[in-house]
């Protein structure tokens, strides 16, 4: 038996001789959950299932066992909880205000969630939105899915980051020009307070290198913003 499986099945036994409306509840659970999930330890997370556990719970750190399942970048950990409880809410915030879907550190985790409905027209406590950390990780996937949602209007507009910043900026800023291109042809735009939060050594390095392919669409600066 695997040094982890064995400590696995002393703290779930541990668990369930406790197991009662104080212990599921607890932080402790909750962690011990995620880390059963996470390390393939599918009959004893089932079994954790079977106490009636609240996944909408959070650890000490805060997160959700979904939050922490996303953010370990863990596809099969995260298929198998979701078809365990389809009806899991995937919109859950944690302590900043971030569902799961904006601590994904991966592409593909983030769009199998958006792919089960997770909102993607959302904010942090911080002012931060989903599109923004997809642009920042030069996720087109998923920044191709909040485009497709604006067109159908089905997503509200085009959001500043909290600074005021265009997202077409922080794409630059970020070099993800792949990404700026596709902002740009859907109609999202520079806008005057872009130049001004920036720093002239910030705009020669990264906003430069990027402006002559987004210059050849008109749409590409505008004032006002859109």
Known sequence: ???????????????????????????WATSLFASAVLQREYP??????????DLSRTTATGET????????????????????????????RNTRGMPPIQVARHASVA??????????????NEGVSLLQHAVVQGWTDVVERYLHGL??????????SPKGESMVAIAYQNRQYGVAQQLINS?????ST????????????TILPGLLPAMTNPA???SEGH
């Open 194 to 205: 872009d130049f001004s939060t920036l720093k002239f050594s910030e705009i020669q390095e």
């Open 111 to 124: 769009v199998a969630l958006a792919e089960r409905g997770a909102d993607l027209d959302i904010y942090d």
């Open 65 to 92: 066992p979904l939050h922490v399942i996303v953010e370990a970048g863990n596809a099969d950990a995260l298929t198998f909880l979701l078809e365990q409880r389809p009806d899991l809410d995937l919109n859950v």
């Open 220 to 222: 590409a600066l505008d």
């Open 151 to 160: 067109s159908q209007g089905s997503i509200s507009g085009h959001p500043l």
């Open 187 to 191: 109609g999202f735009k520079f806008i």
């Open 44 to 53: 004893l997370a089932m079994t954790m299932l079977a106490e009636v556990i």
């Open 1 to 27: 038996m695997e040094r982890g499986r064995g400590r696995g099945n002393v703290e779930i036994h541990h668990f369930l001789s406790r197991s009662g409306s104080q212990s599921v509840h607890s932080p």
